[in-house]
């Protein structure tokens, strides 16, 4: 694209903001970066460099000078400066929606409260094993960590652009349309962002879809409830495609990737059923529970959108350990096993956790609360938990919450939770460390807090 004379405004300067200026300046753009914090003074060179200007410690007025804005993320809906701009009219994009308009390879958006990390890195290596036979690329970017826009000028029409995509990013799509959209399930959380209200929350995650027509698919989770009853009997002019573990009429879609006996996974169509792999294949010890079969479901059902042969879908979910910070096996200490769950940051997560433990657990939880209902998981805690170390923010309130139902320790510290339950846990035993809240009481995000565990783990003394 030529954005040349354009004046656009970047709000937020993250990795997706700064990848986003660097994009827009690229196409002959003149953009003005501002961020409300501190922005170090080589970055500022660096990007001056790059004829982007650059403001830092608050938004000044040159902000609401732009055809249009770019905003990260993070930046809340009810943030000063979103008020601003949209009082005069600016019209403000997110990173995603940017880059999707730069980007010529084929596009394979994954969302959903959970299982959205997991399902994307299965899809992402598919596709790495796929393009190894047949000459493309695969490219893992969006709320997976790598910006969307720092890669897409890299990205050909034979490409597959492997995009992770939170509410925050959907909001503020208009044209964004993947090929291939994956919906894993849409569940409580983040709510605080949409006033509290269920239907502004899912109404973000449905704008995966709203511009896909004939030719492109839509994947969902027949199992959650909410995604059922939205798709149910309604017409849409692309491809839908659910997936579930339940059983259903048959003959309610041309195509369904589906659990049978138990124990395969199956694709059935209105010519019959098709097995693609066993459970036992692929579900071990690293990448366990009934959640993750959810996910590879999905990454089936993508896969074959996508035209990828079983033979490699096969070969990939052999050899997949699953992802860091997600039920992450760390080591055994004294006969317990100790497992990094710091990506639970809701309940639902926690949920997934603990139904996945075989026997009873040593649960390390709490941080940042978001809400969460903890007596939805009350009689599950009482089933699986032996003891609970509380810590974070939300200490006491999980205290209250399960006091009466299992023993719960409030730690003063991550160390602290890790010494006292490391006393606790008994042999054959699991030490489930999953907080079912936000890092941001205590550490930068969840993959800081899931390393600063494993680190606590290694050494069993403060670190």
């Known amino acids: 694209m030529d954005l040349s004379g354009e004046k656009v405004s970047v709000i937020g300067a993250g990795k997706s903001g700064i990848a986003a200026a660097e994009l827009l300046s690229s196409a002959g753009a003149d953009v003005l970066l501002s961020d409300i914090g501190r922005i170090e003074e080589h970055e500022v060179l660096r990007l001056q460099k790059k004829r982007i200007s650059v403001e830092h410690d608050g938004h000044s007025e040159r902000v609401y000078d ?6 990260s993320p993070g930046i809340p809906p009810h ?10 009219g600016i019209h403000i994009i997110s990173e995603i929606e940017l880059a999707s308009l730069f980007c010529k390879a084929r596009i394979v958006g994954i969302t959903g409260t959970d299982g959205k990390t997991t399902t994307s890195t299965l899809i992402h290596r598919i596709c790495e094993a796929d393009a190894l036979q047949h000459g493309y690329r695969s490219f893992s970017v969006g709320n997976i960590g790598v910006p969307f826009s720092s890669k897409v000028q890299d990205m050909k029409p034979e490409d597959v652009a492997v995009v992770e995509l939170s509410s925050y990013q959907l909001e503020r799509c208009f044209f964004f349309k993947p090929d291939v959209a994956v919906i894993t399930n849409i569940t409580p959380d983040h709510l605080s962002r949409y006033d509290g209200v269920m239907p502004q929350y899912a109404a973000a995650k449905f704008r995966i879809y709203a511009n896909q027509g004939a030719g492109d ?12 009853e939205h798709f149910a009997e309604k017409h849409f002019p692309f491809k839908i495609v659910p997936f579930g573990m339940e059983s259903v009429p048959e003959g ?4 369904r990737i589906a659990v049978a006996d138990g124990e395969r996974i199956v694709v059935r169509t209105v010519n019959g059923e098709e097995q693609v792999i066993l459970i036992s294949e692929f579900l071990k010890d690293s990448f366990r529970g009934r959640h993750n079969i959810s996910n590879v479901l999905a ?3 993508a896969a074959r959108a996508l035209g990828i042969g079983y033979e490699v879908v096969r070969s990939v979910l052999k050899e997949f350990k699953g992802v860091e910070h997600r039920q992450e096996f760390v080591m055994t200490l004294n006969g317990a096993c100790w497992v990094n769950d710091s990506k639970a940051t809701n309940i639902n997560a926690m949920r997934q956790a603990l139904e996945a433990v075989p026997g009873t657990c040593v649960l390390i939880a709490g941080g940042r609360d978001k809400g969460n209902d903890y007596t939805s998981i009350a009689g599950l805690v009482g089933k699986k938990v032996s003891l609970l170390v509380a810590m974070g923010e939300s200490k006491t309130k999980i205290t209250t919450a399960f006091e009466g139902i299992v023993p719960v320790h409030e730690a003063l510290s991550l160390e602290d939770a890790v010494s006292f339950a490391y006393g606790a846990a008994g042999e054959g035993q699991t030490v489930l460390f ?12 969840y993959e800081d807090r899931g390393i600063k565990f494993k680190q606590c783990v290694y050494h069993l003394q403060p670190c």
């Open 434 to 445: 999953s907080p079912g809240c936000a890092s941001f009481d205590m550490f930068e995000n």
């Open 217 to 228: 698919t839509l994947i969902y989770n027949e199992d959650d409830p909410l995604l059922s």
């Open 66 to 71: 732009a055809d249009f804005c770019v905003i």
């Open 252 to 255: 309610c879609h041309d195509r």
């Open 299 to 301: 990454a089936i059902a």
């Open 79 to 88: 943030a000063q400066v979103v008020k601003t701009l949209e009082s005069k």
